[in-house]
T-cell receptor
Framework: DAEITQSPRHKITETGRQVTLACHQT?????MFWYRQDLGHGLRLIHY???????NKGEVSDGYSVSRSNTEDLPLTLESAASSQTSVYFC??????????FGSGTQLSVL | GIQVEQSPPDLILQEGANSTLRCNFS?????LQWFHQNPWGQLINLFY???GTKQNGRLSATTVATERYSLLYISSSQTTDSGVYFC?????????FGKGTRLHILP
């Protein structure tokens, strides 16, 4: 069955370190998204991509970057982790104009 | 950008009760989806409903795009319905979520 996989499930890092969260989907979807979820804020869009080599900033993109070198993967990089980036991160994918499917999430703690 | 508001923010019901969750959005959208986040954090797509009415078992949803709102109905609630319900709209070339309705079903 097609799926969307995030790794790691849990990550603890220190302030200032670079961190990369992986997202891999086997749906062959063109669209991929990264969201963060914080209490009181719901799900906020960080970055999104509508195809290979395409990346776009969402509403909370500062301090994050993504790259899309193939259809299946959209890794999220925190260039220099900050305590404010402690959160649960969700990756999602969809076909254009289609249903959105989520991964299981990554719990990131920045100490 | 598009604003998405959900109400009520919190809802506590006895098992067997019915409920209606509302999602208002501020501008025209291409589509609307409802999600359930269970107590373990998983996000499950319930409905893809840009307009009209759909039903799936005890759940149904109605979107009135011209009036910019959608409703999610849950009938005969069960404890497994507990969690947070999100609506999400596609507009301005991106998918934006509301802050959710937290539903707690008491046994």
């Amino acid at each position: 069955d097609a799926e969307i996989t995030q790794s790691p499930r849990h990550k603890i890092t220190e302030t200032g370190r670079q961190v990369t969260l992986a997202c891999h989907q086997t749906w062959n979807h063109n669209n991929m998204f990264w969201y963060r979820q914080d209490l009181g804020h719901g799900l906020r869009l960080i970055h999104y991509s509508y195809g290979v080599q395409d990346t776009n900033k969402g509403e909370v993109s500062d301090g994050y970057s993504v790259s899309r070198s193939n259809t299946e993967d959209l890794p999220l990089t925190l260039e220099s982790a900050a305590s404010s980036q402690t959160s649960v991160y969700f990756c999602a994918s969809s076909e254009s104009g289609g249903k959105l499917f989520f991964g299981s999430g990554t719990q990131l703690s920045v100490l | 950008g598009i604003q998405v508001e959900q109400s009520p923010p919190d809802l506590i019901l006895q098992e067997g009760a019915n409920s209606t969750l509302r999602c208002n959005f501020s501008d025209s959208v291409n589509n609307l989806q409802w999600f359930h986040q269970n107590p373990w954090g998983q996000l499950i797509n319930l409905f893809y409903i840009p307009s009209g009415t759909k039903q799936n078992g005890r759940l149904s949803a109605t979107t009135v795009a011209t009036e910019r709102y959608s409703l999610l109905y849950i009938s005969s609630s069960q404890t497994t319905d507990s969690g947070v319900y999100f609506c999400a709209v596609e507009g301005d070339d991106k998918i934006i979520f509301g802050k959710g309705t937290r539903l707690h079903i008491l046994p």
